[in-house]
């Protein structure tokens, strides 16, 4: 019976253990997350969603005050056009997460970014071009491109002097997506690196509608893989989402793909930046609690728990302080729907907003609990303590399961006398 351990990732003319952490924001995926990935002869993520943020906890930075204080002037404007990032700051905050990272990488593996391109931060091309270059500076080994098609992405970048020497890869669904970013990107002969196939199983921001159980990830592989033969393209897959032990891992593994990307186990790992009382709540969920919804701004369905503080919440839009999900306009959904609301509801001072919700305060915040499908699996991969509370696992630990694991087991940790909550 085979194990994870039996294969190997190829990139480049390098081998790696074929177990992807996936790059989890607002930092959930942690440096250390991803640097314990990379010790252990994988590949982690590190997330540049609301890098000025994660810089201000990091590092001591005052990006998110400083630009709140810029457009303090906005705050109880409805409209938000005018609120802007300064790209060599966001350009410096990256460099310095970023770079902080690879300075303390231990290890044969890789540590990659994960950079959503729904992210459009009121100017969609220009910050996007920024986050790339300035990671690429701060010598990442990787950027996965996930959140969108990110067809002009390579384009942005094809300029730098590490556009073919980092890994690139892209996040798709279908085999139709891929087929338009190869179509994109054949004139600058520059294929990408590796090809994440995520399947609707998965958690947070969803590549599916809401028709998402109609679909499954095996099949999906098996429409990629004909397609890559068919056309003689060699691009190695990582499939993604849903993949809960090391035998759903070499089930992919033996019919082609070259890895897998593993999330969720994580999310209740010492190394993962939730607070720990969130890693309770993932423990607790049962099936019941894990949702897809529609609140978020960027348009596409997310997976959660539906206890979750974001859903109904009516804050104020933090668009001054954070404005992530700005489009090229200055406009995001949630401003929107807040809008109506207040407008609607005169006589309240926080009106429910139920349709949308402001992704950026409430994961800042921690208060959005995305997951991926099996999370109420969690409870099974670890002990039940006499407080009530679950056992909190290492990253080593998990990440080693997957590798070494057999017949659908996991291996539970030893046990502890207590958890701190």
């Known amino acids: 019976m085979k194990r994870v351990d039996d294969f190997r990732l190829r990139l480049g003319n390098k081998e790696y253990v074929p177990i992807m952490i996936g790059g989890m924001g607002v930092d959930i995926s942690t440096s250390e997350l991803a640097l314990e990935a990379a010790r252990l002869g994988g590949i982690g993520h590190i997330s ?24 303090k002037f906005n705050i109880n404007n409805m409209d938000k056009a005018v609120v802007q990032f300064d790209l060599e700051r966001l350009a410096e905050a990256t460099r310095l997460h970023v770079g902080a990272t690879m300075a303390a990488k231990k290890g044969d593996g890789l540590i990659f970014v994960n950079c959503m391109e729904k992210l ?3 100017a969609p091309k220009e910050t996007l071009r920024t986050r790339l270059s300035s990671a690429l500076d701060a010598g990442i080994d990787g950027i996965t491109m996930s959140a969108g098609l990110h067809l002009g992405s390579f384009e942005l970048i094809k300029d730098h002097p590490r556009f073919r020497e980092a890994k690139l890869g892209i996040i798709v669904s279908s085999v139709r997506a891929l087929q338009l970013f190869l179509r994109k990107v054949a004139k600058l002969n520059r294929l990408p690196d590796f090809i994440i196939v995520e399947g609707p199983l998965a958690g947070g921001h969803l590549g599916f509608g809401f028709d998402w159980k109609n679909y499954d990830l095996h099949l999906i592989i098996d429409e990629i893989l004909a397609y890559l033969r068919q056309e003689n393209i060699d691009i190695p897959l990582i499939a993604a989402g849903g993949v809960f032990t090391g035998s759903d891992a070499v089930a992919f593994l033996e019919k082609g793909v070259a890895g897998v990307q593993v999330a969720t186990r994580f999310t209740v790992t010492h190394e993962c930046g939730m607070p720990e009382s969130v890693k309770q709540e993932y423990f607790r969920a049962s099936e019941e609690d894990i949702i897809v919804n529609g609140i978020s701004p960027t348009g596409y369905p997310m997976r959660m728990l539906k206890s979750t503080p974001a859903i109904g919440s009516g804050i104020r839009p933090g668009c001054e302080s954070y404005g992530y999900l700005l489009d090229a306009t200055g406009n995001c959904a949630y401003i929107n729907s807040y809008n109506r609301e207040v407008l609607a509801n005169p006589e309240m001072k926080n009106p429910p907003v139920m349709d949308k919700t402001c992704l950026c305060t409430h994961m800042r915040n921690y208060n959005c609990w995305t997951c991926g499908h099996y999370t109420y699996r969690l409870k099974d991969t670890t002990h039940k303590l006499a407080d009530g509370n679950y056992q909190v696992l290492s990253a080593e630990h998990v990440f080693k399961d997957y590798q070494f694991s057999v017949d659908n087991q996991i291996a539970l940790p030893e046990r502890q006398e207590s958890v701190a909550a």
């Open 48 to 71: 540049d969603a609301m890098v000025q943020d994660v810089s201000d906890r990091k590092f001591d930075t005052t990006f998110v005050k400083d630009k709140t204080k810029l457009y």
């Open 120 to 122: 459009t931060m009121n």
